[in-house]
C-alpha cells in the first residue's frame, strides 16, 4: 500500500516513519505550510482557559507563552488527542481533550467551566475550520471567547512532481485528508493539474464528514469517514491495525 499524505511536513513526516513501520510507504506531500507569526502576542489577563482546535495552534501557543508563566499556569482545552499531545509536548502540564470536534469541545468548556471565571483564549490560525468564536451563540453562550491568531496556514500553489507523477501513474493507493481546506486544496490542485480522473483508483480516508465535503468535483475509488474525528480513528480504516 502506497499513501499520499497531505498535512503540514513536521506531521506528514512523522506519520510516515509509523506507518513505514508497519509495511505502508508514504508520499509526504504537505498542502499546508504553518508559518509562525513572528510579532502574534497573547494577554492571558482575565482568562481562565486556553483552547486549541489544532496541533499547529497548540505549538504556537507554546512559543509565544514560552517565558508567561501566567499563561503557562492556564488550563488549556483541546479538541482532540492529537492537540491535547502538542499542548503537553508545549510544555502545558493541564491539558485536557474533549476527543472530538468543536461541537464535542464547546460542550466540555460548558460542563468544566463558568462564564463567569473570565475569558478563553483560542489560539488560532489566520484561516479557521470550526470558528469557535463564530459558533458562540449556540455553542458556548455566555462565554467571552478571545481569538489570538498565532499562525498563518499557507496553501500549496502546486502539486509536487513526484505527487503528479505518482498519481498519473496509479501508483498511490490512498490519500490521507485531515481538514476541510485541505481536502479542497487537494481537489482544486488535482483538477488544476489535469489529473482529476487519477482519483478514480484511490481511496480518500477523511477525518471528518465536513472533510469528505470538500472533495468537491472528484470521483474517487471509495471515501470514507473516521467513525472519530481522530487520528487513530482515521488510520484504523487503512486495516493494517496502525492506531
Do not use: W
Not at 58 to 84: E, H, K, M, Y
Not at 140 to 148: H, K, P, S
Not at 190 to 209: E, K, N, Q, Y
Not at 214 to 243: K, Q, W
Amino acid at each position: 500500500m502506497r499513501a499520499l499524505l497531505t498535512r503540514p511536513r513536521p506531521d506528514s513526516e512523522a506519520l510516515a516513519a509509523r506507518l513505514a513501520r508497519i509495511g505502508i510507504e508514504a508520499l509526504v506531500e504537505p498542502l499546508l505550510t504553518i508559518h509562525e507569526i513572528a510579532d502574534a502576542k497573547l494577554d492571558p489577563t482575565g482568562v481562565q482557559a486556553l483552547v486549541v482546535t489544532s496541533a499547529n495552534g497548540a505549538r504556537a501557543l507554546g512559543r509565544v507563552t514560552g517565558g508567561d508563566a501566567a499563561a503557562r499556569a492556564l488550563p488549556v482545552f483541546a479538541v482532540g488527542q492529537a492537540s491535547a499531545e502538542a499542548a503537553r509536548a508545549a510544555g502545558f502540564a493541564r491539558v485536557e481533550s474533549a476527543e472530538g470536534d468543536v461541537a464535542a469541545l464547546a460542550a466540555l468548556l460548558r460542563a468544566r467551566l463558568d462564564p463567569a471565571g473570565g475569558a478563553l483564549l483560542h489560539a488560532a490560525g489566520s484561516v479557521t475550520a470550526g470558528n469557535l468564536a463564530g459558533d458562540l451563540p449556540d455553542d458556548l453562550g455566555g462565554f467571552e471567547v478571545r481569538r489570538a491568531v498565532l499562525y498563518r496556514a499557507e496553501p500549496a500553489a502546486a502539486l509536487s512532481g513526484p505527487a503528479q507523477a505518482a498519481l498519473a501513474a496509479g501508483d498511490l493507493d490512498v490519500v490521507l485528508l485531515y481538514s476541510p481546506r485541505t481536502a479542497a486544496t487537494f481537489a482544486r490542485l488535482v483538477t488544476a493539474a489535469g489529473l482529476p480522473d487519477a482519483c478514480r483508483g484511490l481511496a480518500a480516508l477523511c477525518l471528518s464528514p465536513a472533510v469528505a465535503e470538500a472533495l468537491t468535483g472528484l470521483d474517487f475509488r471509495r471515501v470514507e469517514v473516521a467513525p472519530r474525528p481522530e487520528e487513530a480513528a482515521l488510520l484504523a480504516l487503512l486495516g493494517t491495525g496502525e492506531t
